[in-house]
């Protein structure tokens, strides 16, 4: 069973398009983590969201936690071709074991110049 | 410099020969994990540990092994590779106190 629910699973889009990602589940999560992975290494963290209906900014991104700790979004304003990779969403759940944490499968994105 | 360290980081063998990942970090972290990634299947969570001595199931644990002797190292071992573990594989580590996971650069293996 999965989890955490990602849409879409890819996107192309051009430069300066703005786009909008989700991560979705039926799960209450304590907090969740947005990754991204570049081709041939490893995820790297972007933004931890802990409280419901947190919203926090990183440059051109915004990321939100839903009310309900049950969903989060990430909104690219701009995008640029630097901003090209496998990004994850990841949760921590109520309950559950501190080193057990949960991944979506992933959104693709490609923005071409 | 804070890092997780795998090797090898290419790994290509026959199945049924016994082989091991190792996983080293330098962070004094309590949480390791490791993860395989495979197309269309995301991030799937083979096993973790919360301390030494310490080891859990995850997800798709069949067919592998983990052992936590020492804090800072958490090996792989898979006793009799298979085809179907042909994948890439990452071991993560977190601390206690914090929420970021760091990755190794993983480890892509093919068994034939």
């Known amino acids: 069973t999965q989890l955490l629910e990602q849409s879409p699973q890819f996107l192309s889009i051009q430069e300066g398009e703005n786009l909008t990602v989700y991560c979705n589940s039926s799960s209450v999560f304590s907090s969740l983590q947005w990754y991204r992975q570049e081709p041939g290494e490893g995820p790297v963290l972007l933004v931890t969201?802990?409280?419901?209906?947190e919203v926090k900014k990183l440059k051109r991104l915004t990321f939100q936690f839903g009310d309900a700790r049950k969903d989060s979004s990430l909104h690219i304003t701009a995008a640029q071709p630097g901003d090209t990779g496998l990004y994850l969403c990841?949760?921590?759940?109520?309950?559950?074991?501190?080193?057990?944490?949960?991944f979506g499968k992933g959104t693709k994105l490609s923005v071409k110049p | 410099e804070a890092q997780v360290t795998q090797n090898p980081r290419y790994l290509i063998t026959v199945t049924g020969k016994k082989l091991t990942v190792t996983c080293s970090q330098n962070?004094?972290?309590?949480?390791m994990s490791w993860y395989r990634q495979d197309p269309g299947l995301g991030l799937r969570q083979i096993y973790y540990?919360?301390?030494?001595?310490?080891?859990d199931k995850g997800d798709v644990p069949e067919g592998y092994k983990v052992s936590r002797k020492e804090k800072r190292n958490f090996p792989l071992i898979l006793e009799s590779p298979s085809p179907n573990q042909t994948s890439l594989y990452f071991c993560?580590?977190?601390?206690?106190?914090?929420?970021?996971?760091?990755f190794g650069q993983g480890t892509r293996l093919t068994v034939v």
């Open positions: 540990s919360m301390n030494v001595e310490v080891t």
């Open positions: 962070m004094n972290h309590e949480y």
């Open positions: 993560a580590s977190r601390g206690v106190d914090s929420r970021e996971a760091f």
């Open positions: 969201v802990v409280t419901g209906g």
């Open positions: 990841a949760g921590a759940r109520y309950g559950g074991s501190q080193g057990n944490l949960i």
